[in-house]
């Protein structure tokens, strides 16, 4: 009980530490949940933020790339034409600018944050045609590196800094060809040029004029920090209409760093936030039980497991990358197509303290793996014959309909980000675990969660910090008009309550909270 106690305090003292980072350098955007919509009609997620967002708690949605790319042909169109660009027109494949500003409106005045997917580390590809094959019809010539409407012109890439016989990327060891060559043939601007830096900042500000609340900036890797440095100290403050007075977007940079390359994320951490890529690719082997990994390992989990701070990181357990193979992590990474376990792996995320959790919402394809490559990775969102993006259905039980997964919509997962809402800045306390795979820790006075992952059942009595009272677990199912959907747990005067886990349960998990208490 007193070591208990003093790991209580210890992660109290960090939790505080964290609040003031996160206060003075994030701009109050908190330790919320963002769901990707990827590949979402602005449209559809301006009904999204107000039907559904909302009313359940998530803090902001990632959208995908708004400014205007590539159509690379109909109607089979790829997913990654996004990461095209031609212009900063805000015309894509989601929508016009029209709904764009429709949509950030209406989902900032229900609360809901909006962080745009932005791309500037390149434009297109080198090989990407001419004329007006992009979503707004605009004139380019990707291989005169000509782009009007911005405008660009060769001057503006880094083709004569490139050190690479081929002008891509040949070499991940060396900083300069991963920073100043092409990716995958991609058209690689030169940040430090004041024209370009300008031009980015142009287009950045005009997104926070509208009311986005910060970025995801697309291959930062690939970006020199010093650039990125200039860039974001130049955006404007967001949109009083919505945000306290003198708040600063939220920044967080794409940077794969699995240890092995000479970039380090770290290089970010004075720019803002970082995506953790190792975060999914350990968690998905814990929960798959590889290489000797048990859950009861997570006990340090974080920096104790060469993660980065916890105030400075991003995390997800998949990513629209990685979930194709994609990325980093490889066939570790749990997604959609393996519910039971990846729902339990997110779980996870949003019950523990580290790091700003980001959930994934998806589509699906007809997968066709071949030598443990699927070839269908390229499929873009449901569309119609034209190769426009169909609208998201949502059935009458509440999920997604015509290919569209909606992991978001998913029970559990809605009802994890409830919890981590609730349990916001409390430390995590109570930890058990079986020295294996099964594990149970609270927040505070808050939350308390227990996983079994073990092939065997769990039944065993915790402390879990909690008051005495009936509460209904939120994974098998909810409180509503004052009953338990699902199973009940009692929690004792002591703070103690029985819990019974199958390892054949629909899901392998119990989470109750302050608000689920009957």
């Not at 959609?336 to 580290?354: D, G, I, Q, T």
């Not at 007809?366 to 059935?395: A, C, F, M």
């Amino acid at each position: 009980m007193q070591t208990r106690t003093k790991w209580c305090l210890l992660a109290l003292g960090f939790g505080l530490g964290l609040s003031q980072y996160r206060s003075h350098t994030l701009s109050r955007h908190g330790d919320g949940t963002i769901v990707h919509l990827f590949e979402w009609r602005w449209s559809d997620i301006a009904d999204e933020c107000e039907r559904y967002l909302a009313p359940n708690g998530f803090q902001g949605v990632q959208i995908s790339p708004p400014s205007e790319h590539i159509v690379v042909s109909k109607p089979h169109r790829p997913w990654w034409e996004r990461y095209q660009p031609v212009s900063y027109n805000l015309c894509s494949r989601s929508g016009t600018e029209g709904e764009l500003r429709d949509m950030i409106s209406r989902c900032n005045d229900v609360g809901v944050k909006i962080y745009a997917d932005v791309v500037i580390n390149h434009m297109c590809a080198a090989d990407a045609g001419e004329g007006g094959r992009s979503t707004r019809g605009s004139y380019f010539n990707a291989s005169r590196e000509e782009f009007p409407s911005v405008p660009y012109s060769a001057a503006d890439f880094n083709d004569d800094k490139c050190t690479s016989g081929s002008g891509n990327i040949e070499n991940y060891q060396d900083i300069y060809q991963v920073r100043n060559c092409r990716l995958l043939g991609l058209l690689d601007l030169a940040q430090e040029k004041e024209h370009v830096r300008g031009k980015i900042v142009d287009y950045l500000n005009a997104l926070v004029d509208m009311g986005v609340a910060g970025f995801h900036v697309d291959a930062c890797k690939h970006m020199w920090p010093k650039d990125l440095k200039v860039i974001y100290g130049r955006l404007h403050n967001l949109n009083p209409k919505w945000f306290p007075e003198g708040s600063r977007p939220l920044v967080y940079q794409e940077v794969i760093d699995l240890g092995d390359e000479p970039i380090k994320a770290s290089e970010f951490y004075t720019l803002g936030l970082v995506t953790e890529f190792k975060y999914g690719a350990m968690l998905g082997s814990v929960f798959r039980k590889w290489n000797g990994y048990k859950l009861s390992y997570l006990r340090t989990w974080g920096e104790g497991w060469g993660l980065m701070p916890s105030d400075r990181a991003l995390v997800f357990v998949d990513n629209h990358d990685n979930q194709r193979g994609h990325g980093a992590g490889g066939a570790s990474i749990l997604t959609f197509w393996e519910p039971r376990p990846y729902r339990a792996a997110v779980a996870f995320m949003l019950a523990h303290p580290y790091g700003m959790s980001r959930v994934m919402s998806s589509y699906r394809w007809d997968r066709h793996v071949v030598n443990g490559q699927d070839e269908n990775d390229w499929v873009g969102p449901p569309s119609y014959p034209d190769g426009s993006t169909k609208p998201v259905p949502i059935n009458p039980d509440g999920s997604c309909g015509d290919r569209w997964v909606c992991e978001h919509r998913w029970p559990q997962i809605r009802n994890m980000v409830t919890f981590r809402r609730i349990v916001s800045g409390q430390p995590l306390c109570n930890w058990w675990d079986n020295r294996s795979n099964q594990i149970a820790f609270g927040r505070g006075d808050r939350g308390f969660i227990v996983i079994n992952n073990d092939d065997c059942c769990l039944d065993v009595s915790l402390s879990t910090g909690l008051a005495a009272g009936t509460y209904c677990d939120v994974i098998s199912g909810q409180k509503r008009d004052g009953k338990c959907t699902g199973k009940q747990i009692t929690v004792d005067n002591r703070g103690r309550a029985h819990f019974i886990i199958s390892s054949t349960d629909q899901d392998p998990l119990v989470a109750i909270h302050t608000h689920s208490k009957l």
